[in-house]
């Protein structure tokens, strides 16, 4: 391809790292910071209900969000008409952020980008940005091949959550990455605050290197998901009672945690006209106000976990009883 033709195409950065790594909290920065740039955001969750574009700060970018599927698997389509799509605008932004889901393996992410003729000719898959949880990153490796595999393919890694964890820890978690991977640059981050021009226009991913070490890249298929965890996903439609909520799911949390990889949601308090947003790693919690409800939005409170072992009529009870009284 000629340098004239590449300096046409679109980067596109992949947004990667298993749940609670702290991708989203990534992805507000960048569309908070003063770059003078405009991307477009593309996000795909894995559950019934979707949150993640809830969570993501508002701004003049565009945000497109796939549910219910992995972006390497059932929605794969999707990704490649939605970006198909913003080819026909492509004088509106100056590059595209594809956030996956924390369970996808990103090798079929980026396949996305070659196997698509019109996709492959008008966007260059710029790099493959993987957010590790320095705290969690341990127990991951052991419980999830994905976890790995985001490791593994990343032309970047963001090790947020740095603050978590003991200097020894810390040495010991970036020795366990670079068994996985010698040569992705590691960048330590604490809430994501990774400089901006150390993530995005780094023409970092190699596609000759890729074949080089896995060449059946192209062609590959293949791809298995943990079935042992799954999402279950809640709507209420009467306001949430803050201190029902903070007991019922401090205790929760406390006794299920570690079954409960990542929780997060979007909750409409009584007598609070901003939308509050909650997450969830395991144990760890934290929750803020992000913006006030439109006036032509339902408030509606929308809770998703994804975890093991989750008990859906359990946690449905539990959340509806956090409801005001009728």
Known sequence: MSDAAANTQVPVTVLTGYLGAGKTTLLNRILSERHGRKYAVVINEFGELGVDNDLV??????????????????????????????????????????????????APVAQTFFVDETVRERTRLDAIVTVVDAKHLPQRLTDSAEAA???????????????????????????????????????????GNVPIGEVLDQGAFDLTRVLAHTPDFLTDDAHEHNEEVRSVS???SRPIDPEKFNAWIGALLAQQGQ?????????????????????????MADGDFVGPWRADEPRRSRLVFIGRNLNRPALRRGFEACQVAA
């Open 259 to 283: 079954d409960l990889l990542r929780t997060k949601g979007i909750l409409a308090y009584e007598g609070e006209d901003r939308r509050f947003a909650f997450q969830a790693v395991h144990m």
């Open 57 to 106: 700060v508002d701004s003049d970018e565009e945000v497109f969000e796939m549910n219910n599927g992995c972006v390497c698997c059932t929605v794969r389509g999707d990704l490649i008409r939605i970006v198909g799509g913003l080819m026909k605008r492509r004088d509106k932004f100056d590059g595209i952020i594809v956030e996956t889901t924390g369970l996808a393996n990103p």
């Open 149 to 191: 595999e985001q490791i593994g393919f990343a032309d970047v890694i963001v090790l947020n959550k740095t603050d978590l964890v003991s200097p020894e820890e810390l040495a010991e978690v970036e020795r366990r990455i670079r068994e996985v991977n010698p040569f992705a640059t590691i960048h330590h981050a604490v809430r």
């Open 234 to 236: 809640f709507e209420v």
